[in-house]
């Protein structure tokens, strides 16, 4: 493995990370409105 | 009020996103090239960043509750909930990207730098935070919580202290380095600083957002069920008219999805 | 002051007794202690040069382990009897109840200690090569270090789901400052390089700051539950 391909991981990782993260809150966010949809449905 | 926020939700992710990118345009290009490590070097930008983030993050967290257990703000609970959850997005990002960047460099993943260690440290005193919110029943988890950043931010201090004197014991590899920094270099850090500055300030109101809004939706379930509404049914037959009822409506409710 | 003491040390003494009258407590947990040597033992080949080097480490996780084990039912008595509700409306202050249970964490993990480290000196026939007198404020110190915040995150983790494994998640985080402290100073006096009294000046430290913070903020983790 050249030494460029550890840059190249380091930043690839750096975005799954964050993309991991922020798609976990939109994923509950849609949850979210869902269950509220419903409350006000019920209403 | 909450409209009038939305309206720069957009914009703002939009900027952020640009500015991101820019950084990246500057870190990968623009920066000049390391003499002794190369290009590997840039990873820099990245894994500094990051970490200065966190540790803010971090502050933020501690500040947040030490208001707490001072006022019983429960805004403030959250927002040291939200703290602690994109810090330790960020103090990951640090972990992952420094033995990446200390493998071609050093030839070893871990080399006990202080810095990277007292950075793991914090990473697992805040994990440690986030499973007590999680596993702790409701209504006490606040105060508890705040509780144990207290602890995390007495520690810290030890943890570098303790990792500072094994070090002058075992010599090891410093990450990073010390010393001057070209002003170019400089440059481009403080670019991806402003740049992860906002994406953290992004990523954490809207996480503080969905905290309310789920609050919210709870307080009104609950209320609900304690309450219930106008016409309640006759009771059926082992359940008390209330739950009942709120059965009966959940599970008409449910169908598809 | 003189309440605080009285109060403590009559819930220290109540507790010494109950646990005295039933012994199956302490008894399971000095097997258990006896036990992780033997493990150790096979695990780590006595025999080997690099074991005796990292003996202080592995004395030490084999005390955090039985440590566990005793900080775990710290508050099981309480919780049976629903004493805490009346510590809660009682004027006694809470710090004496904290440090009484710490109090009796300590000399039960104490016990504890006193029974694995014979053990281990035997099987891996160890000497301290530095100034031995120095390993008892290293011990008494880690001890506290450990027993201290434990008491404290036994109580934190009494309304939570997974209660036992909830105390080591809050315990070992926060003590590894302690912990590289105890090791890494048995490690210099038993190998007798180098001077302890850097690690044993941090442990003292650690000691006073956490013993401050768990008596000041035991009143709210109590009210808590």
Not at chain 2, 94 to 113: H, N, Q, S
Not at chain 2, 178 to 198: E, K, Q, T
Request: aromatic share 12%.
């Amino acid at each position: 493995m050249t030494s460029v391909k550890f840059l190249y991981a380091a930043y690839i990782a750096t975005w799954v990370i964050h993309g991991t993260y922020i798609g976990s809150l939109v994923r509950r966010y849609s949850r979210l409105r869902r269950r509220r949809e419903e409350l006000d449905r019920g209403k | 009020m909450k409209k009038a926020l939305l309206v720069f939700a957009v914009p703002a992710a939009v900027l952020t996103a640009l500015l991101l990118a820019y950084a990246f345009y500057q870190a990968m290009w623009v920066a000049p090239m390391e003499r002794t490590m190369g290009e590997v070097q840039r990873i820099f930008y990245y894994h500094v960043p990051s970490a200065w983030t966190a540790f803010l993050l971090f502050f933020v967290n501690l500040v947040a509750s030490v208001t707490y257990l001072i006022r019983r703000n429960t805004r403030a609970d959250a927002v040291a909930l939200v703290s602690a959850e994109v810090g330790v997005v960020f103090c990951t990002v640090v972990l992952v990207t420094g033995p990446i960047w200390a493998r071609p460099v050093w030839g070893i993943w871990w080399t006990w730098d202080i810095r990277l260690t007292t950075t793991l440290v914090l990473w697992l005193i805040y994990v440690s935070y986030l499973m007590l919110r999680r596993f702790s029943d409701g209504a006490q988890t606040p105060k508890l919580a705040a509780v144990l950043a207290i602890f995390g931010a007495l520690d810290v201090p030890l943890v570098y202290f303790s990792i500072w004197f094994f070090r002058t014991q075992h010599p090891q590899p410093v990450i990073g380095g010390g010393g001057s920094i070209d002003p170019r270099m400089l440059h481009v850090l403080l670019i991806n600083w402003l740049a992860f500055s906002c994406l953290a300030l992004l990523v954490g109101w809207s996480r503080y957002r969905l905290e309310i809004m789920q609050r919210d939706l709870e307080e009104e379930l609950a209320l609900e069920s304690l309450l219930g509404d106008g016409g309640l049914p006759p009771a059926s037959a082992g359940a008390s008219s209330r739950t009942g009822s709120l059965l009966n409506r959940t599970s008409s409710r449910m169908g598809p999805g | 002051m003189s309440a605080l003491k009285s109060i403590t040390g009559a819930t220290l003494a109540k507790d010494i007794r109950l646990e005295w009258r039933s012994r199956d407590a302490i008894n399971s947990m000095l097997f258990f202690s006896l036990l992780v040597v033997v493990i150790f033992s096979f695990s780590f080949d006595p025999n080997a040069e690099e074991s005796r080097e990292i003996a202080a480490g592995l004395i030490w996780v084999a005390f955090l382990f039985a440590a566990v084990v005793a900080l775990n039912q710290t508050w099981a008595r309480e919780l049976r009897n629903q004493v805490l509700d009346a510590y809660r409306v009682s004027p006694a202050p809470a710090s004496s109840l904290f440090l009484a249970k710490a109090l009796g964490n300590f000399s039960l993990v104490s016990l504890l200690e006193a029974v694995m480290a014979p053990l281990f000196m035997i099987f891996y026939n160890l000497r301290a090569l530095g100034p031995a007198w120095q390993l008892i404020p290293v011990a008494v110190l880690g001890t506290w270090a450990l027993v201290v915040n434990g008491t404290f995150f036994a109580a934190m983790s009494l309304r939570t789901r997974s209660r036992e494994i909830m105390l080591p998640l809050l315990l070992f985080p926060i003590s590894i400052p302690a912990v590289q402290s105890m090791v890494e100073a048995t490690r210099v006096l038993l190998a007798g390089d180098g001077s302890a009294r850097f690690w044993l000046v941090l442990l003292l430290t650690y000691d006073v700051v956490f013993t401050t913070a768990c008596l000041a903020l035991f009143e709210t983790v109590l009210q808590a539950e």
